[in-house]
Each structure stands twice: as structure tokens, then as C-alpha cells.
DNA sequence: TATGAATGAGTTTTCATTCAT
DNA sequence: AATGAATGAAAACTCATTCAT
């Protein structure tokens, strides 16, 4: 039992090496670019030990996918004051963590490329939208809880604006990708979605 | 001089036959998975030929992205109606262009496959910078002149602004990709992109 | 000493485990595609379980076709009734045993495929070398028996019809692979083998 | 048009030689052990150029397998003799045509090789379906001619009979490579197929 | 005895590109 | 201008076998 438990560990551990070796490499190159033989190699071991822990490509690529989400997209959740109202709390999010989207800022470039592999790999797809929609369900619950308090107009739709307002960060982020001297991240995301806030207020 | 000319055109008509069997190879399979081979199979014309008038892949990749926008990205300073102020401006370029943004949307995945391959091609992201440049200025500068109007607070930041609106729709295109069943378009992107616009006016 | 007994058959009974896994397999992949791993898992022992009983592939295989023969192919020399003569023999095995025949051609698939690699690994041919002899001597034995008894014709070669014989049905169920519409088993062989009866028979 | 016809004589060249190389490979190594990288090495050709004329391996063993049913299977109608009645006929066909018989011996073992995979891969299986089927029909044919006669017994079941007939031949040839001590051929199956012949005589 | 992680040469196939015609 | 045969590096993946535990 004990012996079973070690073995699945040390399991762990090669995995986890082996992707973020993978991840090294695909800062680098790009997910198209990269090849199971690049993976192998930054990740030291033999091609079949590799093919040992993740049966293909596609795995290893959502199992980095994975590690991804779960290493650096803090729930937002967790962020969560329960004393302030919805305004204050989307504003606070906005200003107050501005660590976090720092953080997504700097892993925007291999996550967008990842994006849009979205449209090719149905399984990587599946994963995004998992994270979405959490995320979208999430937003658009604070939107509403907004409108019942009085805060923000009536006749706003919270998922319209729940998917804008992430609209906004990603959006933002790709076009970091295209022209890096034209778009500062997050101070430009930041000043919209306030404006947006700001736009749905009850005055 | 006649017959060079003859031959220029016929030249170009080549160049175009080859581009739209591309166009809808890429549309089927995608850029990634998209090769020459297919590129070549759907122009009608010989290996050797389709080499002739694209010496590679990078080329002919680049001339199908030209083509994209040339054909399908209206100019958008044709839209503007001179005698309305900025803030009417940009809401008739939301709600009377419809068509516009509608077709954006079916263009989307194609367009954000192409996106993927900024990363990677130099070239192509060169071309996109190109036109996300020449957007992200007009739209700045109608907001420049809201602000001098005193239609918009004089707080706010034209580029911050242009560069939301704009990821806005990038972001929602993005979002649409991944999670279909939850993202209206262009409503979504419309609905957020009027509360941009209450949120930075002045009261 | 008593221990070691007891070993050798557990020893014994994981072999025949294995080996059984790896039959169905077989049956169900081919020789040629069925691998190590495919035995591994159909025997529910680990990859050094297995090995620790079989030292490589070959090895299993040859371990698979002995059970075979062991298990399948009853001992001619049991159908002989010694009253009778060497044509009625024949006949007798013909014509009453047809279950045995039945299950030959049930077999056949798998020994075919086995028989491929007899040109590959000599191990396997030796196996199947063994086996035919011992049916070629004994068929020709009898006939050997029928010539002496003038029930056939001196001028018969007992080696060439008691091959001849075996041919017939090597043949038919070679036939049977590769057109089982235009082929029915085992009664076009009994008809055959009694028509070269016949024909070796002294008027 | 002339220039077409020149391209086509070359490209089937090439096949040849790629065919023929391939030929060579296979008699040394056995189908399963063949590799596609062997025959390229063979071929004097590229792993492109290769592929450029058979689209994948199975392709290419197709071409082998209808290259050797084209050059070394003579039509067996060709060996017709119409004034001859059936009996004399077929044992024409045994005694005189002894050439092409020890023509098959010697390429047996390819033959038999490739027989193997009929079980596995199917478009061999029904190039192997097409031969016999055509052969089957034709000796049925013969048969029935002699039963119409009254040559044979009028309880002889053609189809039996000529499977039977190439069952020998089949048999033999399986068993030449298991046992090549104890086969002789062409001179058992001869002899077995004069016996059946023999055997179906109306007395 | 038994486990399963690890090895690495090997497999088939793809594909952007070149070049003689 | 156009053809298509040829190139060869690279891709993803397999698999019999070994060995530390």
C-alpha cells in the first residue's frame, strides 16, 4: 500500500516534468511548432518513457493545459469580499489583483496559442471551455446580484456583459500578441472595464 | 507593352484562382492541418505552377491573409457620417452596421487560426499588425474628438479606450470559439460596447 | 521437495494462464499483429510476470502452438480401429470423424497465420515440422499396409499420396482464407480424399 | 500527347523497378519482416519518390502481388487443348506442362508468405480471391465436361472436385515449407492429382 | 516471483521544396 | 509558364526487452 502510494508519487513527479520541460519548449517554439521529439528531449527521458506517462501528444498537451490552469489561474473566487457590494467587488477585483493579471499577461502568448488550437483539437477545446464557462458564471452572477441590489440598470444582461467584460481581457491579450508597442496590459483592459462598470451603473 | 501587360493580368487572375482554392481548403481544414499539397490540388493547376506564383508556403499564406482583407475588412472610416458627434459616431457604427459585424463573426475562425500563426510567422504577424494599427488609430481618434467635444470625460486615455472596444470583439470572437452555446454574436459585443461608451461619457 | 512440486505447479498453471490469454488474442489480431503488450494484458500479469515465464515473444509463441497441438490435434493413431483394412481405416476416418475435421477447420485461421511465420522463425517451423511428420508416417503407414494387403496398387508411392492426402486439406482450408463463399469445409475435402481412395485402389 | 505517353512508359518503369527491387527483399526477408524502409533502399529511389508511385506500403504490396500473378502465373485456358476430352485433358496439364508446376514450387514460399496475410490485410485477400475464383471456375469447368461426356461419375460434385484439385497443389506447396525433406515436388502432388483423377473415372 | 518505469531503434507516412523537361 | 517526379528531413508512434525495486 505504502510501496503503491511511493510508485504513484514518483509517478507524478516524472509527469510533472515531463511537462514543464514541454511548457519550456513551448514558450519557445509555439504548439504548432513543437514536436513530441522537442518534448522528449527537454523533458530527459527516453521517447518511450515519455509515451510511458501520456499515450500521445494530445495528452501531454492537455496535461500541460491542466497544470496550467491549475498553477496559475487563481479561482477567482477566492477573490471574493463578501462585504462589498457588486460594484465595489468587480473594482476591487479589477485594482486590488492586479498581481494576478500581471501573471496572465505574461502566460497570454502560450495560452492564446494554445487558444487556437481550441478550434482544431476538440479535446483541448473541451478544456477552455470548462474554464470559461466557470468563469462566465461566475462574473455574470456578481452582474446580477448588482441589478437586484439596485446598482446597476435593469435592464442589463448579465452574461452579455459577464462575456464582454472577459471579452475585454482576452481580447486585449491577443492583440498584445500582434502589436506589443501598441497595447499596454493590463492598464488598457483595466480602464475599460471600469468604463464598462461605469456604463451599467444606475445613476 | 500591350502584350506585357495582357500577361501581368492574366498573371494576377492565376494568382487569384490559386488564392480562392485556398481560402477554401483553409476554411476546411484549418491552417495548421492545411498543406501545400491540398492548396495545390484545389487550384486546378500543377505543383510546379502554384510555385511559379507563390515561391512558398509562407507566401501563398501571406497572399490569402492579404486577400482576406482586401475583400472582406470594409474600410472602416467609410462608415463615418461627418455631420454626427462622436458619441453617435460610434453607436451608429454599432447598431446601423450589423452586416459588418455579423460577417466579422463568420470570418472569425478562420481569421483567429491565422491569428495562432502570428506567433510563429513573423510575416503574417506583420500583416495583422498592420491593420490592427490602422483600426486602433481611427477609433482613438473619434474618441479624441469626443474628448475635445466634451462629450467624454478628459480623464480618459483615447488608446485605452480604442484598444478595449476593438478586444472586445476580438475577445468575444475568441469566446465564441470556445464556448458557442454561451456567447451571442454580436449582440453580447454590441450590448458591452454601448455601456463602454455610457461609462466614459460625461454627465 | 514437496514445496518444489508445489511450485513448479503454480508454475505450470501461470504459464497455461498466459498462454490461454494470448490465444484469444490471437485469434482475434493475427500473429503478425498481436503484440507482447496484447499478451501482457489478456494474461493479467505484469510485463516482468510474463517474461519471467517466457523469456522473449518467440518463446510464448512457441509455448502457444505446443498447447495447441497438445490441446487440438488428437492423436490420429487413437481414430485406428485394427480390424479393419487400410481402405476401410481411411474411409473410417473420413467419413466418422468428421467433428475432428470440423474443428480443424475451425483452428485453421489462427494455424495459418501461425504457418506464415514458419518462414520466419525456425522455431516455429521445427514445431510444425515435428507435427507433420508424424502424420505423414503414419498415413503413409497405412497405405504402405493397403499396397502389402493388395488392396491398393504396387505402383503406388505411400509417401507422395499420404502427403497428397494432407495437401488436400491444408489446401482447402488455405481456400477457405481467401474464398469462403466458394468453399465449403470439410465436406469438398472428404469427397476429394476419397476420390485419390479410389483411384489408388487395385480393380 | 506523344510526350504524355513517354511520362507514362517512364512512370511505369519506375514502378517496375520499385516492384522488382521490393521482389528481391521480400524472397530474403518474408512480407511480415519487410520493411517499407527496405524496399526504398532497394529501389535506388527515395522514401518520396517511393511514395510518389505506391501511395502507402499495402499499395505496393498489391503492385508486387499483381506483378507476380501477371508474370509467373500462366493463364492455365492457355494450356487448353480442345480435341482432347476432359481426363486427358487434365492429365495433359499434369504431366506435360511440368514447367510451370516447378515455376510455382520455386516461388512458393513468397507466395505462401503473402497467402499468410490474406488473413490480415484484405485487398491481398481479394487479389488472392480473384486468381482462385478464376482458376476454381475453369477446372469445374473441365469436370463438368467429362461428367456431360460420361467420362466421370455422374455423382462427382465439380466445385468439390477442383478444389480439391488446387488443394493439392496448395497443400503441398504449405507443406514444402515446413518440411522440405519430406516433400517432393511437383512429383506427389502430380501423382495425388492422377489418383483423384483416377478416383472420379467412370469404370 | 512479480512489478512497471524506462529504453531506443524501428515503424509508416507527410510535406515543403527543387529541378529537369 | 507549367509539369510532376524526386528529394530527404521530420513527424507521431510502437514495441520487444531490460532492470531496479
Do not use: W
Request: hydrophobic share 40%; with cysteine; net charge negative.
Amino acid at each position: 500500500m505504502a510501496e503503491a502510494n511511493e510508485r504513484e508519487q514518483k509517478n507524478e513527479q516524472r509527469k510533472q516534468q515531463i511537462i514543464e520541460g514541454s511548457i519550456a519548449v513551448l514558450k519557445e517554439k509555439g504548439v504548432a511548432a513543437s514536436s513530441m521529439n522537442d518534448f522528449i528531449k527537454s523533458s530527459g527521458l527516453s521517447k518511450g518513457g515519455v509515451y510511458h506517462h501520456f499515450k500521445s501528444k494530445e495528452d501531454l498537451l492537455i496535461g500541460v493545459l491542466n497544470y496550467f490552469f491549475e498553477q496559475h489561474v487563481t479561482d477567482i473566487s477566492e477573490a471574493t469580499i463578501h462585504d462589498l457590494n457588486a460594484y465595489e467587488q468587480m473594482r476591487h477585483f479589477l485594482t486590488e489583483r492586479e498581481e494576478i493579471l500581471e501573471r496572465v499577461g505574461e502566460l497570454n502568448q502560450l495560452m492564446m496559442d494554445f487558444f487556437a488550437h481550441a478550434t482544431t483539437i476538440e479535446s483541448i477545446r473541451q478544456q477552455f471551455e470548462l474554464q470559461y464557462c466557470h468563469f462566465q458564471d461566475y462574473i455574470a452572477l456578481v452582474i446580477q446580484k448588482g441589478i437586484d441590489n439596485g446598482e446597476f440598470k435593469s435592464s442589463v444582461d448579465p452574461y452579455a456583459i459577464a462575456t464582454g467584460f472577459m471579452g475585454v481581457f482576452d481580447g486585449i491579450c491577443s492583440a498584445l500578441v500582434v502589436a506589443p508597442d501598441r497595447v499596454k496590459f493590463p492598464n488598457y483592459a483595466v480602464e475599460t472595464a471600469l468604463a464598462i462598470l461605469d456604463g451599467i451603473r444606475q445613476q
